[in-house]
């Protein structure tokens, strides 16, 4: 590997040389003892670039599995790590489902490897140690926030159908919806009588972080309950925290193509932004 490493550094830089397409950087870096494998995408033009640590949902998500939002965000003018989840791939370490009771301890462990990612990417010659954000769906909307409030100097973080609620809500929520087939407003009106396990809690993180962050939320979203999110949001913004969020009406879980062009209008409004591109 120490002889490959070099090959493939020298590769990049050839590869960057060139605008006529990105490039890519596969590699590993390091969390302490784990390594996580990982791919560098570059978008066209000459760096320093801006860019974007991508965090995984709850499955067993390869680096491969987060093209979707990569091809995205380098249209955008940002390079994207993405690697494949602690124990998941190529990358060791353990793969945990997280539930309730495991939460507390897990989520501090994948957001260090976010974090880890992050102080990577400010070693790489290519890219803006002080444009680095953090992108992520799903589960990520509890690992994200850990990240940045560690970091404490990330440049933004933009979660997709990310929570913010407790574990144990969003399981009592799904239970109802996504696992029954129940409307929504079934699972919305459920939820002032949870009384379980909490799991892991993001207010008090998200209570402390500074860093400006957009959520992306489906108002028919069947995995998490965007209402109590909301709510919840709402309290953080008028707190002062620097958060804001987009909603759309009958999408799910997973939203759609459109959201991009939000995100991209977004990206505009930070500090240090770069020329518009089309997503």
Known sequence: MKLLIPLLLAAAVAC????????????????????????????????PFPAVVMGHGSGKTTRDQLVWASRHLTSLGYAVL???????????????FVGTKDSPWVFPQLAGDVAAGV???????????????????????????????????????????????????????????????????DGNAAMPSFR????????????????????????????????????NLEALAAAGRPFTWRTYDGLDHGLGPAVWTDIGAWLQTLPGKIPSKNP
Request: a negative charge.
């Open 16 to 47: 960057r040389s060139s605008a006529a397409a990105p490039a890519s950087l596969p590699a590993f870096f390091d969390n302490g003892d784990i390594r996580l494998r990982f791919t560098l995408d570059l978008p066209r033009g000459k760096g």
């Open 196 to 231: 379980g396990e909490p799991g892991f809690d993001p207010l008090p993180v998200l209570q402390a972080v500074n860093t400006p962050a957009l959520w992306l939320l489906g108002l028919d979203d069947h995995s998490i309950p965007v209402q109590v999110t909301l709510d």
């Open 119 to 185: 102080r990577f990417l400010r070693t790489r010659p290519e890219i803006d140690p002080r444009r680095i954000g953090l992108f992520g769906n799903s589960q990520a909307g509890w690992i994200l926030p850990l990240a940045a409030r560690d970091l404490g100097d990330v440049a933004f973080v933009i979660l997709w159908s990310g929570p913010v609620c407790t574990v144990g809500q969003e399981m009592f929520y799904s239970d109802i919806v996504e696992n029954t087939g129940r409307p929504v407003a």
């Open 82 to 96: 993405r690697f494949d989840k602690r124990g998941v791939g190529e990358s060791t370490g353990t793969y945990v």
